[in-house]
C-alpha cells in the first residue's frame, strides 16, 4: 500500500464516535477517528515499512501518525528523525505511542536521561515514560540506576506540568514493581508524595495510587513465582 491509499484507509474506518472520544483525550480536529483495533490490524497487513512511516507522519493526521509508530523501523530512527517527531507532538496519545517505538531504539535509555528535565511537557513526558519501559523491562540495570529516579521524584513531582506528573507517577509505580529493594523505597517515597494531581480532561480516566498499585502488583508477582515453581 502507499501513502495514499493508507490514508484512504484510515479514512473509511474512522467514526465520529471516536473522534468524540479522541477530542477530549486532547486529540487535535486533524483525525478520522480510527480504533486502536483497526490499526492494528492494519499493522499486521503493512508489517514494518519505514518509508511508509516517514510519508504518513509528514501527513500530520493523527491516526497516520499513529500507525507511523507503529510500522517506523526503530533500527532507522535517527536523532534528525526522532527530533522532527517529537517536535510536533500534542497529546499524550501519540506522545505514549511514539515512545511504545523509541524504547525499542538503541538509544532509548540515553534518550530518557536527556529528556527527564527538559520543559516540554511532551518531551518531558516522553524521558519519564521511557523510563517505566527500561524499569520493566531492561533487567541489567542496578537498583541505583533507579534510586536517583526515585528521589527526584519525591523532590519534583508537584512542581512538574500535568501529563509530565501523571508519566512520573507510572515510573514510580514502575521501579517499585521491579523488585523488593524498589518496593520499598518506592512505596516511602509515595508516602511521603500524597496524593498526585492530575486533570485528565473530560474522561472518566485517573490517576492510580502508587502505594496499593506496587504492592497488589508485587503480590502477583510472588503468586505466579510460587505457581511456576
Known amino acids: 500500500m502507499n501513502v495514499k491509499e493508507v490514508l484512504r484507509e484510515l479514512e473509511s474506518l474512522g467514526t465520529e464516535q471516536n473522534r468524540k472520544v479522541y477530542s477530549r483525550h486532547g ?7 480510527v480504533s486502536m483495533a483497526n490499526l492494528e490490524q492494519l499493522r499486521k497487513k503493512i508489517k514494518q515499512n519505514h518509508p511508509l512511516a516517514l510519508e504518513l507522519w509528514s501527513s500530520a493526521n493523527h491516526d497516520a501518525r499513529m500507525l507511523a509508530t507503529k510500522i517506523a523501523d526503530p533500527l532507522q530512527m535517527d536523532e534528525r528523525t526522532i527530533a ?4 510536533v507532538l500534542q497529546n499524550y496519545v501519540l506522545t505514549d505511542n511514539f515512545v511504545d517505538l523509541l524504547i525499542q531504539t538503541p538509544q532509548a535509555r540515553q534518550l530518557a536521561e536527556q529528556w527527564l528535565d527538559v520543559d516540554n511537557e511532551w518531551t518531558c513526558r516522553s524521558g519519564w515514560h521511557l523510563l517505566v519501559h527500561l524499569a520493566m523491562k531492561d533487567q541489567q540495570l542496578p537498583n541505583s540506576y533507579f534510586e536517583k529516579y526515585l528521589d527526584k521524584i519525591g523532590k519534583e513531582i508537584h512542581q512538574r506540568k500535568n501529563r509530565v506528573r501523571e508519566a512520573m507517577n507510572n515510573a514510580l509505580i514502575a521501579m517499585g514493581i521491579r523488585n523488593d529493594d524498589l518496593e520499598a523505597k518506592a512505596t516511602a517515597i509515595a508516602g511521603q508524595i500524597g496524593k498526585v494531581i492530575v486533570d485528565h480532561g473530560d474522561t472518566s480516566c485517573k490517576t492510580p495510587d502508587a502505594i496499593p498499585y506496587i504492592r497488589k502488583a508485587r503480590l502477583r508477582q510472588k503468586v505466579h513465582q510460587v505457581k511456576k515453581g
Do not use: A, H, L, R
Request: hydrophobic letters at 35%.
Open 27 to 33: 486529540v487535535g480536529d486533524s483525525q478520522f477517528g
Open 84 to 87: 522532527n517527531w517529537m517536535n
